[in-house]
């Protein structure tokens, strides 16, 4: 049974083909990076494998005869042959751009205890020995490849060995008739260990590293409406740095079948080499995302006078406290130029605001007779009547990776209703456009991409229009903001903080996360456990 880290290792080993991907090739939403440094880690648990591996070669028992002069013909048996130590020495792994991975040994040893047992008539002598095998080579190429459904595959297109010197010591009565042919004995175990090495070889590729490799996730279902497909997109590149290995890294849904209007933007991977490994994760995995869940519907909010009674588990939260603190606080700079209404609004904002430094009992809630200081009408119009928001995106919200920063400009619609009395309906009062810019805060953890809102980002209201006539919407703005920072925001924030699962193998988990946003993508360096 191979050793656990060892499978990860060589699922990453394997990500790699013979050839560089470009020309004639999707860019990829996703691409992993494997350096030096992940290979050494590689190479010191494949050696401590391969070892395990090799100590399990069964010898077969070595019988015949043999002349001995005045004695004549004798019979011996050579049984119960154990290999109790395999001592490989020295291992390297390279990279051979175009060609694949090669793996070579060096100048190992292999330590051999048994039985022997030589008959002559009705004499029978036995005893025991050991031997030692110096000086053993191993050669290995690996073809590394993909099949149609874009797992990588791996198979041995080369094994050589050579065994440099074999030498046996013989033990018990008589031993030294054994000693005149010993030469037979050592041809014989060095014929038999050249012909072992590659089978078990071959065969360790055949039974572990293609069916682990079949581990690696094509596809990754999220939840019950989209999922992630990771296949490979094209050869990756083996360069002798590392191996550059380009997935598909798209989300689609697992409810309708539709082509995603829009390519992925090309990854130019930066020359980092410090971590064992690198993910670069295009805004196009994001951005595919956001597609998804939009036509899902996922991304309309309806708020209700229930949700502001629900605000008290925002509010009184440890960390919304913290954002309050931090975030909550007017800002109104005045100037000759700035406008009465801008004033007016800022001013407001900050009261409104504040008001969310008092426990929620306070009478804000959404009412006509609530809006009778912003929009008069709406109370004469419809009096003593509760209030529906529904919101929702004009489009799929997309990312925006410039160096350093992440920018998210989302456009949203929100309808405002009249809940009329009776259960009678609602009616439509007015329509109107928000807009924001959003920056994002990119984490991640063992396993998965994570991330939240930034703070400090406000919504700006548009009126697109309405059936009670016209009304100022900047005064609005502080109660929307209002909304979106203690509802909206906190559920986009939980959804981010799920992640997005890395394709790592079964058991597989990063330490040392380094982050770097580059043009079009999310840099991300990390060691291996």
């Known amino acids: 049974m191979m050793a656990r880290p060892y499978y990860m290792v060589v699922a990453l080993l394997l990500l790699a083909e013979f050839t560089r991907f470009g020309e004639g090739t999707p860019n990829p939403g996703f691409v992993a990076r494997i350096t030096r440094k992940g290979l050494e880690y590689a190479r010191q648990y494949g050696v401590a494998t391969l070892k395990n591996e090799l100590s399990t070669i069964k010898l077969p028992d070595l019988s ?86 874009g797992r990588p595959t791996v198979s041995v297109t080369r094994c050589h060995n050579s065994i440099g010197h074999v030498s046996v010591e013989i033990s018990g009565y008589m031993s030294w008739i054994l000693n005149l042919f010993h030469e037979r004995i050592e041809n014989n175990v060095k014929t038999i260990l050249e012909q072992k090495i590659c089978k078990m070889v071959k065969k360790s590729a055949a039974s572990h590293l293609e ?33 550059d290995t380009p997935f598909k890294g798209e989300f689609f849904s697992r409810n309708r079948n539709s082509s995603v209007p829009f390519d992925a933007p090309p990854i130019r991977l930066p020359q980092k080499h410090d971590h064992m490994i690198y993910f670069a994760v295009s805004e196009y995995a994001f951005n595919t995302a956001s597609r998804v869940y939009h036509q899902a519907g996922q991304m309309k909010f309806t708020i209700q006078n229930k949700h502001i009674q629900n605000l008290t588990k ?7 406290q913290n954002w309050r603190k931090q975030q909550l606080r007017p800002r109104c700079q005045t100037s000759k130029s700035m406008p009465l209404t801008t004033l007016v609004s800022c001013f407001s904002s900050g009261f409104l605001l504040g008001v969310l430094q008092i426990p929620l009992d306070f009478p804000i809630q959404l009412h006509t007779s609530s809006f009778w200081a912003i929009i008069p009408q709406l109370a004469r119009l419809y009096p003593n009547m509760e ?108 959804k981010l903080e799920e992640g997005i699962p890395l394709p790592l193998p079964r058991d597989t988990y990063l330490n040392s996360l380094e982050f770097q946003i580059h043009e079009n993508f999310l840099f991300l360096g990390a060691n291996v456990d």
């Open 211 to 243: 069916p682990y490799l079949r581990t690696l996730p094509v596809t990754l279902m999220i939840d019950q409406i989209a999922g992630i497909d990771y296949s490979l997109v094209g050869a990756p590149q083996v360069t002798s740095q590392g191996l």
């Open 64 to 149: 015949g005869s043999y002349g001995i002069g005045w004695l004549g013909s004798v019979n011996y048996v050579f049984s119960g042959m154990r290999i109790h130590h395999f001592l490989l020495r020295n291992s390297q792994l390279s990279l051979q751009p175009r060609q694949g991975i090669r793996a070579s040994l060096s100048n190992n040893y292999v330590s051999v205890s048994g039985n022997w047992k030589v008959e002559k008539s009705f004499i029978t002598l036995q005893g025991t020995f050991d031997l030692s095998v110096d000086g053993i080579s191993i050669l290995v190429s690996l073809n590394l490849g993909k099949d149609q459904s």
């Open 387 to 494: 209030l529906e928001l529904e919101t929702s995106p004009e489009s799929a919200p997309f990312l925006t990776f410039t160096p350093g920063n992440v920018t998210f400009m989302p456009v949203m619609d929100i309808q405002a209703f009249a809940l009329l009395p009776k259960s009678a309906g609602r009616k439509p009062l007015f329509q109107i456009k928000a807009s924001t810019n959003i920056s994002i805060t990119i984490n991640g953890n063992s396993s998965r991409i994570t991330g939240s809102l930034a703070t400090g980002s406000e919504l700006k209201l548009e009126l697109k229009h309405s059936n009670i006539g016209f009304f100022n919407v900047n005064l609005m703005e502080s109660i929307f903001n209002y909304y979106a920072f203690h509802i909206i925001y906190p559920s986009l924030n939980a």
């Open 314 to 320: 925002f509010i009184n939260h440890k960390s919304a």
